[in-house]
C-alpha cells in the first residue's frame, strides 16, 4: 500500500514539477495522471502496484469534492446573478463528456 502511495504521489509531484519549470497552463495533476497513464500503457510500472491505492483512493472519491462544495458558497452572489449561463454549460459539457466516453468505449470497449 505504501509503495502504491508512494508511485501515485510521486508521479503528482512529477506533474507538479513539470508545470512549474515549463510555466504549462495545465493543472500539475493533469499531468500527473497523464505520466502515470503513460507508465502504466507502456509498462514501466504495473497496475499491481498501484492498485491497492487506487482502490483506497476511489472508494472514498467522493470526500475530494466536499472542500469544492462548499467553495462554491463562497461565490454564490455571482453563480446566482450568471445562473442560466452556467447552467447551460454544465448541461452542454456533460453532453459532450458522456458522448467522447461512448466513442472511446467503442473503440476500446471490444
Known amino acids: 500500500m505504501i509503495k502504491a502511495l508512494f508511485y501515485i504521489f510521486g508521479f503528482l509531484l512529477a506533474g507538479e514539477l513539470i508545470r512549474y519549470i515549463f510555466n ?3 493543472a500539475g495533476n493533469i499531468i500527473g495522471m497523464l505520466l ?3 507508465a502504466l500503457r507502456f509498462k514501466w510500472i504495473k497496475l499491481e502496484d498501484v ?15 466536499i472542500p469544492y462544495g ?7 452572489d455571482i453563480i446566482q446573478g450568471h445562473l442560466i449561463p452556467i447552467s447551460i454549460a454544465v448541461v452542454i459539457s456533460t453532453i459532450i463528456s458522456f458522448y467522447i466516453t461512448g466513442i472511446i468505449m467503442e473503440k476500446f470497449g471490444k
Open 36 to 38: 502515470i497513464f503513460l
Open 51 to 65: 492498485k491497492p491505492a487506487s482502490d483506497k483512493l476511489i472508494k472514498y472519491l467522493i470526500l475530494f469534492f
Open 24 to 26: 504549462i497552463p495545465v
Open 70 to 76: 462548499v467553495g462554491l458558497m463562497v461565490y454564490y
